[in-house]
T-cell receptor
Framework: AQSVTQPDIHITVSEGASLELRCNYSYGATPYLFWYVQSPGQGLQLLLK??????LVQGIKGFEAEFKRSQSSFNLRKPSVHWSDAAEYFC???????????FGTGTSLTVIP | DAGITQSPRHKVTETGTPVTLRCHQT?????MYWYRQDPGHGLRLIHYSYGVKDTDKGEVSDGYSVSRSKTEDFLLTLESATSSQTSVYFCAIRGTSGKQSYEQYFGPGTRLTVT
């Protein structure tokens, strides 16, 4: 069965500190992997995606993520967090051959001054 | 931003009444999706469409129906709303060619409260 796990429900970091949000997936086919960000009361915005090739992908707003097939992980990172990064982050997986996408339950990020 | 609108943006309705939510796109994308978002559950797929009059169920389709009579519109209907359907509903679209294939773009959401 397809699933996405985001083990951290909530994370608090200080402004300027580094950030890593975890994502693990279970998927039978070759996965497409995504990270989305949602600000309060807003829709979801695509941060970055992995389809194939280089396992380290760069996204918008200074975010990056690394695909590790051996660990079934796609963790999101940012070297220095800004107060405006406070939001909810969702990891999602889809398949090369499928039409559906599966989302994790999200990680809420709080940034303290 | 992808051209996706949802209407209404907010709705309060009573248990047992029918409700229809509309998703409209200007991107001419083939795929359209309806999700619901609930605390602790993330986004869960209700139904999706892969073309005009072509739809399929997602993981939480019970109590919902959809219709797509033209490319730009995807309607979600709650035949008889229940309190468990109180949620935020998101529409998404996806292209099928080029670099944007498999990328979903989301609408602003509809907050539905069933009393």
């Amino acid at each position: 069965a397809q699933s996405v796990t985001q083990p951290d429900i909530h994370i608090t970091v200080s402004e300027g500190a580094s950030l890593e949000l975890r994502c693990n997936y279970s998927y039978g086919a070759t996965p497409y992997l995504f990270w989305y960000v949602q600000s309060p009361g807003q829709g979801l915005q695509l941060l970055l995606k992995y389809f194939s090739g280089d396992t380290l992908v760069q996204g918008i707003k200074g975010f990056e993520a690394e695909f590790k097939r051996s660990q079934s992980s796609f963790n999101l990172r940012k070297p220095s967090v800004h107060w405006s990064d406070a939001a909810e982050y969702f990891c999602a997986v889809g398949a090369h051959t499928g039409n559906q996408f599966y989302f994790g339950t999200g990680t809420s990020l709080t940034v303290i001054p | 931003d992808a051209g996706i609108t949802q209407s209404p943006r907010h709705k309060v309705t009573e248990t047992g009444t029918p409700v229809t939510l509309r998703c409209h796109q200007t991107e001419n994308h083939r795929y359209m999706y309806w999700y619901r978002q609930d605390p602790g559950h993330g986004l869960r797929l209700i139904h999706y469409s892969y073309g005009v009059k072509d739809t399929d169920k997602g993981e939480v389709s019970d109590g919902y129906s959809v219709s797509r009579s033209k490319t730009e519109d995807f309607l979600l209907t709650l035949e008889s709303a229940t309190s468990s359907q109180t949620s935020v509903y998101f529409c998404a679209i996806r292209g099928t060619s080029g670099k944007q294939s498999y990328e979903q773009y989301f609408g602003p959401g509809t907050r539905l409260t069933v009393t």
